[in-house]
Nanobody
Framework: QVQLVESGGGLVQTGGSLRLSCAAS????????MGWYRQAPGKQRELVAT???????NSADSVKGRFTISRENAKNTVYLQMNSLKPDDTAVYYC???????????????WGQGTQVTVSS
């Protein structure tokens, strides 16, 4: 079994910054793509940013230039640095990892429990 534990959410004013972390533990051989998603009240979950195992990143247009995703493979951890936060960024943020549990596979997608980010105006 694999567990993802998130931290770093909270309440911040418009223009402020937060850094989210998500650490994986358990039966892990390797981790492929890591990502952050968010879900605001009454809305569908949406992609925020992803980072592949070779470090290539992708992010939603709404966060480009403000959010930065990174990973630390030795710690099985993914980060999301969020700057210039806006009220529209208010949501529950979830991390997701594609985990290979053994050398011969299989591969599973795991999600974190979610962390609340609230940006006040």
């Amino acid at each position: 079994q694999v567990q993802l534990v998130e931290s770093g959410g909270g309440l911040v004013q418009t223009g402020g910054s937060l850094r989210l972390s998500c650490a994986a533990s358990g039966s892990i051989f390797s981790i492929g793509t890591m990502g952050w998603y968010r879900q605001a009240p009454g809305k569908q979950r949406e992609l925020v940013a992803t980072v592949t195992s070779d470090g290539s990143t992708n992010s939603a247009d709404s966060v480009k230039g403000r959010f930065t995703i990174s990973r630390e493979n030795a710690k099985n951890t993914v980060y999301l640095q969020m700057n210039s936060l806006k009220p529209d960024d208010t949501a529950v943020y979830y991390c997701k990892m594609i985990v290979v549990v053994r050398a011969t596979g299989p591969t599973y997608a795991y999600w974190g429990q979610g962390t609340q980010v609230t940006v006040s105006s």
